[in-house]
């Protein structure tokens, strides 16, 4: 088969779609013409071309080693629209998603690399294809060489071949240079011959062959005027000349077999177009070619195991454990597979957890086991008495880590995104909704099995990539062994007070009743509080209340408008009040007692770990995160939370304005740093420093203002956002802010560092470097942008508070343990732990848990936690 490989000059082709196209837009305000073109231009490549080796290159900066010989090169060159800067970011994303290697060298152009690895291919015995907009890479062609050049639009191409060039212009490619020389180029800003056109040059071409051949015989040159204007610049023609020669030695590194084309990745490609937009493309795509239903896989030898022996485990194993539901902590386990060297094996769920040698080798801590969420796995077998251990990887932790932003459902995305062997999607091999169902043993086997040999195949590259990002610790020591003391706290549970909770779910009822018919007084009639509809017309027409929003229905009687007529009317507040009460009934009583395990009273929420992108832990069935505690209702409903043996105590711990100590931390500012450091509050301490008042002076109102900016500032609030908390107005607020930014100048000098490095970089990091990429940050749309650099600057603080309070699990986890304590970790919510135990171990806790968790991690100020106990969690506060 002929190796043919396509060699595109990725500016050109960028600047080309550009300006051929009219600017486009994505929903969330990214330009997005040229890379519309650019995909265009790919796609009409693959479907001709139909290459087995790409390359995209790229120019490296502004100068190249042609600028030490004349400094003036390309200095004409208008400076790059931004519009079309913010789209090479994505366009380099396009052509990962598309499996096409990308290149740029520093100190030489795209022309450069193309002209040497297009010789190279050649000798190589490649047929070469070579795509630019630029006319001064028709020098490359040769027999083995054709330069497709782009005319109208982006994917109308002229083929330059040796032939074509002759026909055109009557002289061979190597003469392009000398053409050049003598025309010059005003894109490039080489100067030529003044007064020497395409005509003239060619003229001369045709006589004389070279430029060298010209000069020495300018005797021979017809026309006086013509000849003395050669002899006066022939220095210009010779370095015009240089400059026009593109270089074919370049020091590439790339090598040709690194520029094989082996497919794009689907799903990349699909979830690309979607993000930007690209519906036309979208409808284009080979259907078949990204649907799972369809997809090619190679066949596996799988062994269904009937009787468990100690033969099939390795030193080295991969263990899936296939669980449907979505809440392992209730749901069966289907089936498990192992994939080693010695082969890969499917193991029917019963034949497994009886066996004693299967419980023997999960249970040994010596034997190493790369697993998909390790967490899940741990739960869900010690469900069925096998107490997991010896979990040295987890692709999905891993996978989390590489890129907190992918959503992964199964094994199947994690393969797509990491370029692993292609699995078909779980949704598709079982079915969704009705038509859900678990295939036959056969299929089942290979399907688990071929999980299991890609999440062993996946482990050592994604190693490779964690400690290239500097990450690998950050897995190994923090998030590996927070998903084995997660699994702990899952297994454990949190007891409830059923008959409390049922209490104040009645209680609620006939507050909700007294709310409503008080509503119905103030509006003057009965209508339903729910119905959107019926509450518009009783706000905005009958009671006449200013319409904040309208929609496609009708009035808006969102939160956000009631909150800003709270002032207007009383019936408002009921109404708020109204919908609290309703939310915190159906959510949060009823939506508790439904998943209550009837046999221990307890709940086992579930915790995601790979959830965020700023590593915060959340919680789900139920979200034990997020109960209201603003309304006293909320508050109360922690009194249904207790401990789970008589005479035990609940024992909460919290960080005290973690977030702002990280802040002075990273920020390195010695007015926030000096105020931890001598223990004051931090409130007062910027109230001092913003109204330039003594400790003394500081009013309560005073605090509350420096307590909404600094906690403010953490989120990059705005003048406006400031103005809302605080009831003042936009430029008080304003005010207010600069204020701060003057007497913390390290907050001001981190926050436009914090900025300057995401744009950069492309992306935040923690002081553990967890990562949170930030693509939006060049957009040219205000309201985006500015959202990515506050993200950009919270990221580094909420991350690192978010890394704190998982090591600061990890130690007190291994301290309860080396004091051979019975208490237990039950919750973590944000900043907060929560433990169960023994009224006798509460003195060792009040020493033992604030230490291990101002030892998390070392600042250059102190980590501050409080503490609290009661018989039940309302109490722990």
């Known amino acids: 088969m002929t190796k043919k490989i396509v060699l595109i000059d990725g500016n050109s082709i960028a600047y080309r779609a550009f300006f051929a196209l009219p600017l486009l837009n994505s929903d969330k305000g990214v330009h997005t013409n040229s890379i519309y073109g650019f995909a265009m231009m790919l796609n009409k490549i693959l479907e001709e071309e139909k290459p087995t080796h790409m390359l995209v290159a790229f120019d490296a900066g502004k100068t190249t080693f042609r600028h030490s010989t004349f400094k003036e090169y390309k200095g004409g060159r208008q400076k790059t629209p931004p519009e079309l800067s913010e789209q090479f970011p994505f366009i380099r994303e396009l052509l990962d998603s598309y499996g096409i290697c990308r290149y740029e060298l520093s100190n030489y152009e795209a022309d450069d690399i193309i002209g040497t690895l297009s010789l190279q291919a050649e000798k190589d015995g490649f047929e070469v294809k070579v795509i ?143 993000e930007l937009g690209f519906q036309s493309l979208l409808e284009k795509m080979d259907h078949t070619a990204g649907n799972e239903d369809e997809l090619v896989q190679e066949a596996i030898d799988v062994q269904i195991v009937d009787e468990v022996t100690e033969e099939i485990f390795a030193d080295e194993n991969s263990l899936y454990i296939e669980i449907l539901e979505d809440n392992y902590n209730q749901a069966d386990i289907i089936g498990l597979s192992l994939s080693n060297d010695r082969g890969n094996f499917y193991l029917p769920i019963d034949k497994a957890v009886n066996s004693p040698e299967f419980k023997q080798w999960a249970e040994d801590e010596t034997k190493k086991k790369a697993v998909y969420d390790a967490k899940r796995s741990i739960v869900s077998l010690k469900r069925r008495g096998i107490a997991l251990a010896g979990i040295d990887f987890d692709i999905m932790l891993a996978s989390y880590i590489l890129n907190p932003g ?7 995305d994690i393969s797509k995104w990491h370029k692993g062997m292609p699995l078909q999607k779980d949704e598709v091999f079982y079915g969704k909704g009705a038509k859900r169902s678990i295939p036959g043993k056969a299929a089942l086997s290979e399907h688990l099995a071929r ?39 899952e297994i454990q549970g949190i007891k409830v007070d059923v008959d409390r909770l049922k209490t104040m779910g009645s209680e609620i009822t ?4 007294a709310i409503e018919e008080k509503i119905h007084h103030l509006a003057g009639e009965s209508f339903n509080i729910n119905s959107p509809k019926q509450l518009g017309v009783i706000l905005f027409e009958k009671l006449g209340l200013p319409a904040v929003k309208k929609t496609k229905t009708g009035y808006s009687t969102s939160a956000d408008v009631l909150e800003k007529l709270e002032d207007k009317h009383e019936i408002v507040r009921e109404i708020l009040h109204y919908r609290q009460l309703g939310k915190l009934q159906s959510t949060y009583i009823e939506g508790l007692l439904k998943v209550v395990d009837e046999k221990n009273h307890k709940v086992h929420t579930r915790f995601n770990q790979a959830l965020t992108q700023t590593g915060r832990l959340s919680s789900t069935d139920p979200n034990l995160q997020n109960i209201p505690i603003r309304l006293e209702e909320g508050r109360k409903i922690r009194e249904a939370f207790i401990p789970s043996e008589k005479d035990w105590i609940i024992f909460a711990a919290d960080y005290s304005q973690i977030e702002l100590r990280v802040l002075a931390h990273i920020a390195k500012d010695e007015g926030l740093i000096e105020a931890f450091q001598a223990g004051m509050d931090i409130h007062t301490r910027t109230a001092m420093d913003v109204f330039h008042v003594t400790k003394d002076e500081v009013t309560s109102n005073m605090r509350r ?86 993200t950009a600057m919270n990221t580094p603080i909420q991350g690192s508070a978010a890394d704190i309070i998982k090591q600061a699990m990890i130690n007190v986890s291994e301290r309860l343990k080396e004091e051979n304590l019975q208490a237990k970790l039950l919750l973590q919510v944000h900043d907060e732990l929560i433990f169960e135990a023994p009224q006798e171990e509460l003195e060792v806790l009040k020493k033992i848990v604030p230490e291990e968790m101002e030892r998390a991690v070392e600042l250059n100020v102190p980590l501050k936690v409080d503490y609290a106990h009661g018989p039940t969690w309302f109490d722990a506060k």
């Open 705 to 790: 203002h420096a307590k909404a900016v600094n906690f403010g500032i953490v989120y990059g609030i705005s003048d406006y956002g400031l103005s809302q908390s605080l009831g003042i107005t936009r430029k008080e607020a304003g005010e207010f802010i600069d204020q701060y930014l003057k007497s913390f100048p390290g907050v001001q000098a981190y926050m436009q560092e914090s900025i300057q490095e995401a744009k950069q970089k492309g992306y935040s990091t923690t002081l553990l470097h967890r990562r949170r990429y930030i693509p939006e940050i060049t957009s040219r749309n205000f309201n985006i942008r500015s959202f990515a650099e506050r």
């Open 451 to 489: 999980i299991a040999q890609a999440i062993l195949a996946m482990k050592e590259p994604m190693i490779v990539q964690l400690e290239e990002n500097e990450q690998y610790r950050l897995f190994t020591e923090l998030e590996m062994p927070l998903a084995i003391i997660l699994a702990e706290m």
């Open 132 to 274: 630019s907009g630029d006319k001064d890479l028709t020098q490359l062609s040769t027999p083995a060489v054709t330069v497709g050049i782009t005319r109208k639009g982006i994917t109308d191409i002229e083929e330059y071949t040796p032939e074509h060039i002759r026909e055109k212009y009557g002289i061979g490619p190597d003469q392009i240079i000398d053409m050049k020389g003598l025309m010059g180029d005003t894109s490039d800003n080489i100067p030529g011959i003044p007064g020497i056109g395409e005509k003239t040059a060619l003229k001369l071409l045709h006589q004389f062959g070279t430029i060298e051949n010209l000069l020495n015989s300018i005797d021979e040159v017809t026309g006086k005027k013509l000849r003395e204007k050669i002899e006066e610049h022939k220095d210009l023609a010779v370095l015009s000349k240089e400059l026009a020669t593109i270089t074919r030695e370049a020091p590439v590194e790339v090598k040709l077999e690194q520029t094989e084309f082996n497919g794009m990745d689907n799903g990349k490609v699909i979830s690309l177009y979607k």
């Open 406 to 412: 992918e959503m992964v459902e199964d094994v199947a």
């Open 510 to 513: 006939q507050r909700l009743k």
